[in-house]
């Protein structure tokens, strides 16, 4: 009885393990399936992606708005008083 409990356990363990890594790396999961899917299938065609742009930003939320000035500094040129209480 004590192997039989063992076993079980032990699958759960692996169930959970599995379905911990499932969730946690989805995005990279789901990413490799879509490029297997798609190398695998004899009608897909690289030249046929529409939507690729090789000149697009890597992270276009991160780009600067355009009124926004990045060598503008915001230090203020009175010296800094630190105080100790």
């Known amino acids: 009885m004590g192997g039989l ?3 079980v356990i032990a ?5 959970l393990g599995w379905i911990t890594i499932e ?5 990279c999961l ?14 897909y065609d ?3 992606d529409q939507n690729v742009d090789i000149r697009a930003p890597l992270n276009p939320s ?3 708005p355009q ?3 990045p ?5 203020s040129s009175a010296p800094k008083v630190i105080t100790i209480s």
């Open 5 to 7: 409990t063992s076993a």
């Open 11 to 15: 699958i759960a363990g692996v169930v």
């Open 23 to 27: 969730i946690a790396c989805k995005p």
């Open 30 to 43: 789901e990413q490799g399936r879509q490029a297997i899917d798609r190398s695998l299938n004899p009608d």
């Open 46 to 48: 690289p030249d046929d």
């Open 62 to 64: 991160s780009s600067l």
């Open 67 to 69: 009124d926004s000035d």
């Open 71 to 75: 060598n503008a500094h915001t230090a």
